[in-house]
């Protein structure tokens, strides 16, 4: 079932208010450095329309840094589980999360549900807005997952000047619409038409054409010899910033915490490029060089993502280029595989 | 869900980040985008720095001990006793028998106050922290020189500098935001020149590593000015604009010719010349050093000596032109700037000159102390022998990070009356007769200063765990009770009090923080900008000195009874005493264990084997550690970092101070490295390999 | 991999949930390892090989193979050694106290492939404990010619020892060896793969099970696939770090498999056509 209305930009406001009424509404704010940060929101006009298209992941909102997953009351000997069950809309995020989140599921719920994600999931209604105006990290053209999703979200709006271009997928979404129907109104020819274009000029600016299939085929032909690994490794800080960031980085610990009377079991994120990740009883560390780690990062989204779960562990989104210290991430390490195609030859990276 | 903008607890570099908070609790952490120093990025540390808040560990109740146990108390119970005892030894023996410890780890405002309060309420200047123990060889060593002893520049100017100069920092895993920006600045075409013994991460980008002799510091630097001058370099029209003494340091200079330095630093004169011409020839040159020139007997001299290199090269006084010393914790620069030294008020306003002291004492309306008074060590020189009574101790850890433990375990017990202020228990808390649980960083406000001089301001994201209190506020109260009325209606009050006070900090109020990401002192008016840079017409003490200096070998060179030159520093996963990224499960797991550093020729000629337990001794005493071969340190020298109470590695380090500065000499001392594991007994001949692995292993 | 033998864990709602047992019997082995038997809330079934999430609450969760022979019981078994903080903990505990799992987790051993065949049981330390169960089973079932090689530090570590007497008593040719001997040891010295001629089987007609250290574990199948055993029948049980036991964690994360989920038991020819870069194969 797809539907398709158009809601006037004056009317954004009165429906995000009442879906406000309802439910936890989440949405990109900036704050006075001019940072932009997605959290709940209080006043309806200090969300930020004006975003740019590299966002904070909304992967916190489903697998948070920190989550409590067990509180034992040493008294009674009891457990609990904190699963959260809030309502909430989820505004403005961009395609490509919304890509990942389906990815995700696949990977959290297909077999067995991780009930915590899974709640967190179908409580959430996700709105997201086409990139109109790709940030110079962005590279999801390629990989299908943005700036505009074909299927797979909740409900989608593209900006088209004085109105939005509103698409919805789920029961859910459409019948959100359907009880503000008065707020919507049925496309045009003529919005179809400017939709299309605002499609194609968004698409016109993308500055980063990144080919992960070919990544992963060169690698698979064992053409890329570790050196390169190497080299790209030998500027990483290990700090993790990498998979914290991407949104299709999953990652956990699980540590207990001993209270007076209560035990808490919470699980936090994590990242395989630490080497105390994969640390064994008696300090044995089977990943110690550092290159396994990053080679481990790397395989994982381009080789075995694919393989599992049909798809690439990497949805375009850029973020690993703006956090990795070492400039260490999937565009410009893929760039660097790129060249190594066009110029038909092993070159050891330069480091 | 909330998120605040606040600044990283751990190191110097003061990098931006966003708390996530959901029900007075913090669940995440996000780097700031924009913020100048981190652009979008955080070190492992600050990706988890949320973690530690919550740790069930934190101190939540005053305790007091009673019948040798410490037993929680309440407040006014815990203030009234420190309020009585203090005044009592006070009276009994003089103010200068009570010591305090501020803290590099807490804010401005709360370094501030401290200061205020040892100096107005108890009437000491036996004020210091631990700042003593990592730069105190700077603030004296610049300041000679220039007047002031702070980074010169920015951090956002590294991009476009085209020479970095980088000695005795292994900046990758101390300040990782900095190494950020200058790995990007060689990506643009910057010449890197690295100078340490250990090959360290940053090295391996370096076009140029000098791998001199630690504590040959000196020479090295007297041999590329040397050079620098033979071949004309010196940049004439500014030494003779704008320093002094410039011929008498001369004179020293040219004793120090190539071959004699290269003798010492064990550099190849070749690459010395290289390195003189390639910083000297140009002008857009920044010089950086950290701890592996402060920690030395010299380290004033090794200070002094970088001054004179800037000077001689002119390579000061412009934006990606300088001197910067990179400090090591979040807030030391603040906690110098606040006066928590024994011989300065805050803005380094000497306290014994007689007009700064007239100023502070006309505002706090109480006579000051004319007499500078002790430093950490001398303070607890003087308990071992008895005459300090009272110690003060807010937010530090002295039991693990001062030099010769043995020593210093007994000055604390001989102290009559410890206060202990802190997030966590530790070390020092075991000599502790009160300890007052203090709040952590994302539980208070105030402001922090980066080692590029920005002060920052701090947002309280939740609130403390327990009866915690931030530390301003137990200052306050207790100064009330000593009868001495404080009060301040929040941090913003304090800084206004700081401002009026300190010229440098004159036009910094909290208003004007929020709308940016800090300001840069010096900023004497509130319309001032701040300052990106610093000396830019004029010194701050008008003439740049040289000073002369000379080479003096390590206090303690091996011998053949300790033949190992130990070093000791961080580690990028830990910091500082552990207190805090220990109870972080991400950072605990990659070093649980302390080790030693040793390259692997010297380990095979001892039989020592990659993971093997092996005891390290010098003169003062001996530690079991993990032996670690890496090829990154020199034959003939080992590395132990200092974050492990278990095996703390300041049993061993040597008390010998620095005349000027009086900061211990972390970096040098001889050691004896014998192996503790035997090979085992077996009758049929196998590969020790793997008969090792087995051992290991042992599923 | 589509993995055929797995059996999901039934847990209703929440797989992270672990049921309460009851130490009812805590035997010392050796200076570092006992056997805890453990009667539960309710039953789970589980099978050699398998292993469960065992925790303490304050102290966390840690893997650990079941000990017991395969069935669905309230009764189970686990042998641990102790080697850190959740471990410690738990050796702590007392008869009476309370210790926590979640499971059953991964693959069973293939029995299957046992079937008519001699079978070789390679152990090494406590990897004799997922191995106790299948020696059982095919105990029980008697028409298994079954060889025993098992590996320890010294006399003083070897966890089951009264068993193995019992397991010779039953036709089992038990093999022991350690490292260190002490005085009076009269058996094999050096490692176990040093003793193979003793292991009496026809290495190409027969199937073999090992548990160890990962070196053990190497040097085993590397040395039986050069005598010509085939590759799919040199099974292993795989250790990682693991968190969640679920393939969730990513912490086990190797090839593309999660030893967990899809192990912990796998064969040489998946460990070779998976690349499980992790464990160095
Ligand atoms: C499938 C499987 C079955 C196992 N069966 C047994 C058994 O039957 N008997 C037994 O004694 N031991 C068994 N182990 C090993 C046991 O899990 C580890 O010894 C134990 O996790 C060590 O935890 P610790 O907290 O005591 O040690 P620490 O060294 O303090 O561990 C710190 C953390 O690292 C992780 N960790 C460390 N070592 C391991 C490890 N080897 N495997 C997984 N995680 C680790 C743990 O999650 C732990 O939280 C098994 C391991 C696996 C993977
Ligand atoms: S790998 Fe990088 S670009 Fe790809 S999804 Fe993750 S963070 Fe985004
Ligand atoms: S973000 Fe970059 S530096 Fe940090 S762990 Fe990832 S690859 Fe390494
Ligand atoms: S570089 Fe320093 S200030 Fe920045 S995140 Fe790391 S520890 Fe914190
Ligand atoms: S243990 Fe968590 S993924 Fe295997």
Redesign the pocket.
């Known amino acids: 079932m797809k539907r398709e209305w158009i809601l006037d930009k004056n009317h954004l406001s009165y429906w995000l208010r009442q879906l406000r009424n309802q439910m936890q509404l989440i949405a990109p704010m900036r704050d006075q450095v001019g940072d932009i940060v997605f959290k709940q929101v209080e006043h309806i006009h200090k969300i930020e329309l004006n975003c740019p298209s590299l966002l904070p992941s909304v992967k916190e909102f489903f697998l948070p840094q920190y989550e409590r997953l067990f509180e034992y009351s040493k008294k009674d000997d009891r457990v609990v589980d904190s699963i959260s069950k809030t309502k909430r809309v989820i505004f403005g995020l961009r395609s490509c999360d919304v890509a990942a989140l389906n990815t995700l599921d696949r990977f959290f719920i297909d077999e067995m549900p991780d009930p915590y994600y899974k709640s967190r999931r179908e409580n959430s209604l996700l709105i997201s807005i086409v990139c109109n105006n790709p940030d110079p990290t962005c590279f999801c053209i390629g990989l299908d997952t943005g700036p505009y999703l074909k299927q797979g979200f909740d409900i989608q709006l593209t900006d088209l000047g004085d109105r939005y271009f509103v698409q919805a997928e789920s029961e859910w979404a459409i019948s959100i619409i359907k009880n503000y129907h008065f707020l919507f109104s049925r496309p045009q020819k003529s919005d179809y038409d400017d939709q299309y274009e605002v499609l194609l000029s968004s698409k016109a600016r993308f500055q980063k054409r990144i080919s992960l299939q070919q990544s992963r085929q060169l690698i698979k032909s064992g053409r890329i010899k570790d050196s390169f690994w190497q080299g790209i490794t030998s500027r990483c800080f290990e700090c993790g910033g990498c998979v914290y960031q991407c949104p299709l980085c999953t990652c956990f610990t699980v540590v207990d915490r001993s209270y007076n009377d209560t035990v808490e079991r919470a699980r936090l994120w994590d990242s395989c490029l630490f080497k105390g990740f994969t640390r064994l009883a008696g300090g044995i560390l089977p990943n110690e060089e550092r290159i396994k780690r990053t080679k481990r990062w790397f395989f994982h989204k381009l080789i075995h993502y694919p393989d599992v779960l049909e798809s690439f562990g990497c949805v375009g989104c850029g973020r690993c280029t703006v956090t990795c210290p070492g400039r260490i991430d999937m565009a410009s390490v893929c760039m660097k595989l790129k060249s190594i195609a066009l110029n038909g030859e092993e070159i050891t990276d330069e480091g | 869900m909330d998120k605040i903008l606040t600044?990283?607890?751990?190191?110097?570099?003061?990098?931006g980040?966003y708390l996530h908070v959901e029900d007075d609790r913090i669940v995440g952490v996000s780097p700031c985008i924009n913020h100048p120093?981190?652009r979008g990025s955080?070190?492992?540390?600050?990706?988890n720095?949320y973690e530690f808040v919550h740790h069930p560990d934190r101190l939540k109740f005053p305790m007091i001990r009673k019948r040798g146990t410490l037993v929680r108390a309440t407040w006014d119970e815990a203030l009234d006793l420190i309020a009585r005892r203090l005044t009592e030894i006070k009276r009994l023996y003089g103010s200068d028998s009570i010591g305090l410890l501020s803290s590099a780890k807490c804010t401005n405002e709360e370094n501030y106050l401290m200061m205020k309060f040892a100096r107005a309420v108890v009437g000491t200047n036996n004020i210091d922290h631990c700042a003593r123990l990592c730069h105190s060889s700077t603030v004296g060593g610049l300041a000679a020189a220039f007047g002031s002893g702070a980074m010169t520049n920015s951090i956002n100017e590294i991009i476009n500098a085209r020479v970095l100069f980088v000695i005795g920092s292994n900046t990758t895993e101390q300040?990782?935001?900095?190494a950020m920006h200058m790995l990007d600045a060689v990506d643009s075409g910057a010449t890197l020149i690295v100078a340490d013994p250990r090959k360290t991460q940053l090295a391996e980008f370096a076009h140029i590593h000098l791998q001199h002799r630690p504590g040959s510091d000196v020479a090295l630097l007297m041999g590329l000015m040397n050079i620098i001058v033979t071949e004309g370099l010196v940049d004439i029209d500014f030494v003779k604009r704008r320093t002094e003494n410039f011929d008498s340091f001369l004179d020293t200079l040219r004793t120090f010719d190539p071959a004699k330095v290269e003798a010492i630093t064990g550099v190849k004169i070749q690459l010395l010349r290289r390195v003189a011409r390639i910083y000297a020839m140009e002008k857009r040159s920044m010089l950086f050093y950290a701890m592996g020139i402060t920690q030395h007997i010299t380290g004033v001299d090794n200070v002094r000596a970088l001054a004179n290199l800037v000077m001689l090269t002119g390579h000061i006084g412009l934006p990606m032109s300088g001197i910067n010393p990179l400090r090591g914790q979040?807030n030391v620069q603040g906690a110098c700037d606040m006066g928590a030294l024994p011989n300065v008020f805050s803005g380094y306003q000497t306290v014994t000159d007689p007009r700064a002291r007239k100023k502070f004492q006309n505002t706090w309306r109480k006579k000051l102390n004319p007499k500078p008074g002790l430093t950490l060590m001398e303070m607890m020189d003087m308990a071992y022998v008895g005459r300090l009574k009272a110690l003060y101790v807010m937010g530090e850890n002295p039991l693990l990070s001062d030099p010769d433990l043995g020593h210093l375990e007994k000055a604390m017990e001989r102290i009559d009356f410890v206060v202990v202020q802190d997030i966590f228990p530790n070390e020092t808390m075991n000599y502790a007769d009160v300890v007052l649980p203090a709040a952590s960083f994302a539980e208070k406000d105030g402001t922090y200063t980066?080692t590029e001089r920005r002060v920052q301001l701090l947002q309280r994201a939740i609130s403390p765990p327990g009866e915690a209190k931030a530390d301003w506020e137990i200052i306050v109260d207790l100064a009330t009770r000593m009868g001495y009325r404080m009060h301040y209606r929040g941090t913003y009050e304090i800084m206004e009090e700081i401002a009026l006070l300190t010229p440098s900090y004159g036009g910094i109020l909290h208003h004007r923080l929020k709308e940016g990401f800090g300001l840069q002192w010096p900023c004497p008016t509130q319309d001032h900008p701040g300052t990106p840079y610093l000396h830019r017409k004029k010194f701050a003490k008008g003439l740049g000195t040289f000073i002369t200096v000379d080479y003096i070998p390590p206090d303690e060179p091996p011998d053949k009874e300790y033949p190992f030159l130990l070093t000791t520093g961080r580690i990028y996963f830990h910091?500082h005493t552990g207190t805090m990224c220990r109870r972080t499960v991400v950072l605990e797991r990659e070093e649980p264990e302390c080790f030693v550093e040793i390259n692997p020729e010297d380990a095979d000629s001892l039989g020592i084997k990659n993971g093997w337990p092996v005891k390290v001794t010098s003169r003062r005493g001996s530690i079991e550690v993990k032996a670690k071969l890496t090829g990154k340190i020199p034959q003939g020298t080992v590395f132990i970092p200092f974050h492990y109470a278990e095996a703390a590695v300041n049993r061993l380090t040597n008390p010998a101070v620095d005349p000027k500065a009086k900061i211990p000499e972390y970096k040098v001392c001889a050691v004896r490295i014998e192996p503790l594991y035997k090979m085992p007994v077996v009758k049929t001949p196998k590969p020790p390999e793997v008969e090792l692995e087995s051992l290991r292993i042992e599923e | 991999m589509k993995v055929k033998n797995r059996e999901p864990a039934k847990q209703e709602n929440n797989i992270y949930r672990p049921i309460k047992g009851t130490i009812e019997r805590i035997k010392k082995q050796t200076s570092d390892v006992s056997l805890f038997t453990l009667e539960l809330e309710e039953p789970v079934h589980y099978k050699a090989g398998q292993f469960f999430m065992v925790s303490v609450w304050g102290a966390g969760e840690v893997p650990i193979s079941v000990t017991s022979l395969a069935r669905k019981s309230t009764r189970i078994e686990f042998c641990i050694r102790r080697v850190g903080m959740v471990t410690g903990r738990i050796h702590q505990l007392k008869e009476g106290d309370n210790l926590w799992i979640r499971g059953p987790y991964g693959r069973a051993f293939p029995l299957e492939l046992a079937k008519g065949r001699d079978v070789v049981i390679v152990a090494g330390g406590i990897g004799i404990a997922p191995l106790r169960p299948l020696i059982e089973t095919f105990m029980k079932r008697k028409k298994y010619k079954v060889s025993l090689l098992y590996g320890s530090r010294s006399p003083d570590d070897i966890v089951y020892l009264d068993e193995t007497r019992k397991w010779k008593q039953q036709g089992v040719n038990v093999v022991l060896t350690v490292d260190r001997p002490t005085d009076g040891w009269k058996g094999n010295v050096g490692l176990v793969t040093t003793l193979w001629h003793l292991a009496e089987v026809d290495f190409k007609k027969s199937v073999a099970f090992i548990c160890g250290p990962e070196v053990m574990i190497r040097a085993a199948m590397q040395d039986l696939f050069f005598f010509g055993m085939p590759e799919e029948r040199i099974i292993t049980t795989l250790e990682a770090h693991m968190k969640c036991g679920v393939g969730k964690c990513g912490h086990c994360y190797a090839g593309k498999l999660y030893i967990c989920k899809d192990g912990p038991v796998f064969s040489y020819k998946e460990i070779k056509e998976q690349s499980i870069l992790n464990l160095g194969f």
């Open positions: 600044v990283c607890p751990y190191c110097g570099c003061g990098c980040l120093v981190n955080l070190c492992v540390k600050g990706w720095c300040h990782p935001m900095i979040n980066n910091y």
